[in-house]
């Protein structure tokens, strides 16, 4: 597995504009793309931080993922993704390595990337995404 860098840190929210709001007018951030992203029940907001993005995450429905993390968690950081090459390839090692994966085959998610999550369980409680363009 190749892993070149953070591709982004995804943020949890309740309120995207609220959210949008203090990254910019506070921190003094520029939001560059908002996204919706159907299957997965969320809208997006993207932020620079040098090379990092920052990728806030609200829910489209009481039954998303990231409602359900809310509701157990409160608002927060919700996963770290790491740019990877060869997502498919990394997915079957990191299976053969014994991680359980949340997602065995890439799917599409935010910026058209390909992404595939593992499990927080495997993961020393951090749930880690996988990205690939």
Known sequence: MNISHIEHIGIAVTNLEESINYYENILGLTCYKTEEVPD????????MVGQTKLEL?????????IAKFIEKKGAGVHHIAFAASELQNSLDELKEKGIQLIDAQPRKGAENLDIAFLHPKSTFGVLTELCSK
């Open 40 to 47: 997965q029940k969320v809208r997006t907001a993207f932020f």
């Open 57 to 65: 995450l609200e829910s489209t429905s009481p039954e998303g993922p």
